[in-house]
């Protein structure tokens, strides 16, 4: 079992805090002790989260006063963004959030990227497998822009805190998570859901694409002992689910349900990416977003698993949830929200 410190009288602020991530993460951290504040779009004074735009931090810079450690999570999470405007989110807002963070005298900051960045290494498998054949991603992999604004900015972004870091700025950590899951999520579950109960649910590479699925709670948990941890300071730390499977069987979960017999619908990748660029087409014409297109294609004809041994090494983090539980719980929470019928 993972054991985290108490973190009494530490004071934390959390980017993104009504996301997905950072909603558990606040919860987290407030459980362990911590002073838990945050900034979103949205203000939620319960939860202790202020309005705010992060390339605007004098708007909220009181609320960085005495922080010891900022996690920066917001970013715009999408595969079809404009590239000015990924640019000027994920890159120049993790800047500004940093800056604000160094001249508050926060000690830490965090940033939240994703293993998207070695999107190059999953897709061009026989180019890399002149590299390190058959070898698990894990940090020491080169990365390469490959065309797609949410990966590029954010292989941009860890530039941004690794220099910062090198500089002597703030001492600064990257996390790469895997495929998150769990209640709330909505690239990995509120949307594929959506799309197998219209029947426009579809998976490139017959299937077999490896999906490194990690819960939502094990992710936080590695998250807060990275941040927690001096040694982590200058690292990048991924985080995924212990065993890949492939995206036939964590999709398969939604079939099973919504009550659908038989396994998800499948094609060739080619052939995926032509299906999904033309609904993204379509979308388009009508004004309409989608996360249908090659980027969410090529998302899911990965080949490689991820490599977890540095965050056991110099965590002594371990993913704790299964899929099978981890499903469970994420199934509970649907039937609650009414977004599946009473089992």
């Given at each position: 079992?993972?054991?985290?410190?108490?973190?009494?009288?530490?004071?934390?602020?959390?980017?993104g805090?009504?996301?997905?991530?950072?909603?558990?993460?606040?919860?987290r951290?407030?459980?362990?002790?911590?002073?838990?504040?945050?900034?979103?779009?949205h203000?939620d004074?319960?939860?202790?989260?202020?309005?705010?735009?992060?390339?605007?931090?004098?708007?909220w810079?009181?609320?960085?006063?005495?922080?010891?450690?900022?996690?920066?999570?917001?970013?715009?999470?999408?595969?079809?963004?404009?590239?000015?405007?990924?640019?000027?989110?994920?890159?120049?807002?993790?800047?500004?959030?940093?800056?604000?963070?160094?001249?508050?005298?926060?000690?830490?900051?965090?940033?939240?990227?994703?293993?998207?960045?070695?999107?190059?290494?999953?897709?061009?498998?026989?180019?890399?497998?002149?590299?390190?054949?058959?070898?698990?991603?894990?940090?020491?992999?080169?990365?390469?822009?490959?065309?797609?604004?949410?990966?590029?900015?954010?292989?941009?972004?860890?530039?941004?805190?690794?220099?910062a870091?090198a500089?002597?700025?703030?001492?600064?950590?990257?996390?790469?998570?895997?495929?998150?899951?769990?209640?709330?999520?909505?690239?990995?579950?509120?949307?594929?859901?959506?799309?197998?109960r219209?029947?426009?649910?579809?998976?490139?590479?017959?299937?077999?694409?490896?999906?490194?699925?990690?819960?939502?709670?094990?992710?936080?948990?590695?998250?807060?002992?990275?941040?927690?941890?001096?040694?982590?300071?200058?690292?990048?730390?991924?985080?995924g689910?212990?065993q890949?499977?492939?995206?036939?069987?964590?999709?398969?979960?939604?079939y099973r349900?919504?009550?659908?017999e038989?396994?998800?619908r499948?094609f060739?990748?080619?052939t995926?990416?032509?299906?999904?660029?033309?609904?993204?087409?379509?979308?388009?014409?009508?004004r309409r977003?989608?996360?249908?297109?090659?980027?969410?294609?090529?998302?899911?004809?990965?080949?490689?698993?991820?490599?977890?041994?540095k965050?056991?090494?110099?965590?002594?983090?371990?993913?704790?949830?299964?899929?099978?539980?981890?499903?469970?719980?994420?199934?509970?929470?649907?039937r609650?929200?009414?977004?599946?019928?009473?089992?």
């Amino acid at each position: 079992m993972n054991t985290l410190p108490a973190l009494n009288g530490t004071r934390v602020l959390i980017t993104g805090a009504n996301g997905f991530v950072g909603r558990a993460l606040m919860a987290r951290y407030a459980a362990l002790g911590a002073e838990a504040r945050g900034v979103d779009l949205h203000a939620d004074p319960a939860r202790a989260v202020v309005a705010g735009d992060i390339n605007h931090p004098e708007g909220w810079r009181d609320h960085l006063a005495d922080c010891d450690v900022v996690v920066h999570t917001a970013a715009v999470v999408t595969n079809n963004v404009d590239p000015a405007e990924a640019w000027h989110i994920n890159v120049v807002g993790t800047r500004r959030v940093l800056d604000a963070a160094a001249a508050a005298g926060a000690s830490r900051f965090v940033y939240i990227s994703t293993m998207g960045v070695a999107r190059f290494a999953q897709i061009q498998t026989d180019a890399v497998e002149r590299y390190l054949p058959g070898e698990p991603l894990d940090e020491r992999w080169p990365l390469m822009p490959v065309g797609n604004p949410y990966t590029d900015t954010k292989i941009a972004a860890e530039h941004v805190a690794l220099a910062a870091h090198a500089t002597g700025r703030i001492a600064c950590t990257v996390i790469r998570p895997a495929d998150i899951y769990g209640p709330g999520c909505r690239p990995w579950v509120l949307e594929p859901l959506a799309a197998v109960r219209n029947g426009k649910f579809l998976l490139p590479a017959h299937g077999t694409g490896l999906f490194t699925a990690i819960y939502v709670d094990d992710l936080v948990d590695g998250i807060v002992a990275a941040g927690s941890n001096p040694a982590a300071a200058g690292h990048i730390i991924h985080l995924g689910g212990e065993q890949p499977i492939t995206t036939a069987e964590y999709f398969g979960h939604f079939y099973r349900m919504l009550g659908k017999e038989g396994p998800p619908r499948s094609f060739s990748t080619r052939t995926a990416v032509a299906l999904a660029e033309l609904a993204r087409l379509g979308f388009r014409v009508r004004r309409r977003h989608t996360e249908l297109g090659r980027g969410v294609m090529e998302m899911l004809s990965k080949t490689r698993p991820v490599s977890n041994v540095k965050a056991h090494e110099l965590l002594g983090w371990w993913p704790e949830v299964d899929l099978a539980e981890g499903m469970r719980r994420t199934e509970e929470w649907l039937r609650a929200e009414g977004l599946l019928a009473p089992a």
